[in-house]
């Protein structure tokens, strides 16, 4: 089994993980209705991607 070989220092250890961030998701509008939305995913308001209708979606569920 591996073992390390020796201790690692916290200042060591700590500046490896300091790196680890969290990024905000990309959000652009909408072309088609405006609303913000995930980038390079369809639309959840109109299903429309990349100036095509994809998916149909009621209008009911959105009021």
């Keep these: 089994m591996a073992v390390p070989k020796g ?3 916290k200042a060591r ?3 490896r993980r300091a790196n680890w961030k969290l ?3 990309a959000i652009v ?3 088609q209705c405006h609303q913000m939305k995930l980038a390079h995913r369809v639309c959840k308001h109109c ?3 990349d100036g095509k209708q994809v998916v149909v ?5 959105n009021a």
């Design 13 to 15: 250890g700590r500046s």
């Design 23 to 25: 990024e905000q998701p």
């Design 57 to 61: 979606i009621d209008e009911e569920k």
């Design 29 to 31: 509008e909408c072309s």
């Design 47 to 49: 299903g429309y991607y």
């Design 7 to 9: 201790k690692i220092s």
